[in-house]
């Protein structure tokens, strides 16, 4: 199997994680700016496609780390529908813009309209520092060392979120998240290396039909994302949903050549685990990516990442996601289809109409 860009830049991830870990230490002016900022205001994340997927967990960490009104928004809602997303005042807000390249049109046009046209302060989350986006903001967090060559986002989807959930836990003034944190490198390796090992075989188990992936909470945004990456790599049918919200409607679907993973939340566990049981029932093959297979997990599962990590959900949030762009790397392979060059994409989304 020829290696590429893509599979390289998935397995760099803990080595990523601890240069923006350092890079991010919170004793900087602009952690310091920008706490301030974020103890003031209703915090707005703003992104697009995989973007928008982190802004979606950025939202729901950072409220629940600093007890502050924080929400998602993807970029064109602020271009269409400000209204709908910022009440007057309209300073009340801040707006934290997230792009990998920091050139998405969507993404600048909407930093350019929350600072010009409605006085809301910016901060771009990106890993280039020249981009647009960075000059068009008023503040900027750069995880440089997770740009990547590849067109699918893998390393810079986990490392913009630690960003984020670095500034919660210096807005928070949470010594211990802090050091929660500090640990995802080390875990990473070994989640990695059990990702590494098991998602070949599950793509290899059978021709599967479908995937889908239900998280809540913080996992929400991380089962979008995993649906993504299904579809851009391998060209697959995958579906995301909220959790509890797969048994009003969308399990009329379910078969046993499905792949439902479930993303276990610790609020959540225990009717998660009842879902998991039904789905089960109903033939499905199930992942479940969890702290830990108790409760009747492991034995519901057909297949199973345990984390084992002592952390918070919300600080564990990045480990979940390797075996799931490892799933969509190897389903992609099985199809002879090459995801360092996805159909139809580029790295770069550029609209003509907002040129």
């Known amino acids: 199997m020829r290696v590429g860009a893509t599979f390289k830049e998935i397995l760099s991830q803990p080595e990523t994680w601890e ?34 997927y982190a802004s979606l967990s950025a939202a729901s960490v950072f409220t629940r780390i600093t007890g502050m009104k924080s929400r998602a928004c993807p970029a064109s809602d602020i271009l269409f529908y400000p209204d709908s997303a910022f009440q007057n005042p309209a ?20 930093a350019r309209k929350m600072k010009v046209e409605l006085g809301i302060p910016t901060c771009a989350v990106s890993c280039r520092p020249d981009s647009e986006l960075v000059q068009v903001c008023d503040h900027a967090l750069l995880a440089e060392s997770a740009d990547e060559k590849s067109v699918v986002m893998t390393r810079s989807f986990t490392s913009l979120l630690l960003t984020i959930q670095r ?26 290396e059990e990702a590494g090992t098991l998602a070949p075989v599950i793509i290899r188990d059978r021709n599967w039909s479908s995937f889908v992936y ?8 991380l089962a979008c994302e995993a649906m993504l990456k299904m579809k851009e790599m391998s060209l697959s049918v995958s579906e995301a949903y909220h959790t509890l919200e797969y048994r009003h409607g969308p399990m009329s679907v379910v078969n046993d050549r499905m792949l439902i993973t479930f993303f276990i939340s610790d609020k959540g566990a225990n009717e998660e685990t009842v879902l998991l049981r039904e789905m089960k029932k109903l033939g499905a093959k199930t992942l479940t990516i969890c702290e830990n297979g108790g409760g009747g997990i492991r034995e519901l599962s057909d297949y199973i990442i345990e984390m084992n990590s002592g952390l918070s959900d919300s600080a564990r949030l990045i480990l979940c996601v390797p075996i799931i762009q490892l ?29």
């Open 327 to 355: 799933l969509a790397f190897h389903q992609a392979r099985a199809k002879d289809i090459d995801p360092d060059h996805p159909k139809n994409l580029s790295q770069v989304v550029r609209l003509s109409s907002f040129a």
């Open 91 to 110: 300073a009340d807000y801040f707006g934290i813009v997230i792009s990998r390249s920091g050139t998405t049109s969507e993404a600048i046009l909407a």
């Open 214 to 221: 239900l998280g809540q909470g913080p996992y929400y945004g």
């Open 19 to 52: 240069s923006v870990l350092a890079g991010n230490s919170g004793s900087g002016s602009a952690f310091t700016t920008l706490s301030a900022l974020c103890s003031k205001k209703e915090t707005a994340f703003v992104g697009c496609g995989t973007s928008y």
């Open 167 to 192: 500034l919660a836990a210096a807005t928070s003034q949470n010594g211990r998240y802090a050091q929660e944190l500090e640990t995802l490198p080390r875990l990473g390796r070994k989640i990695l």
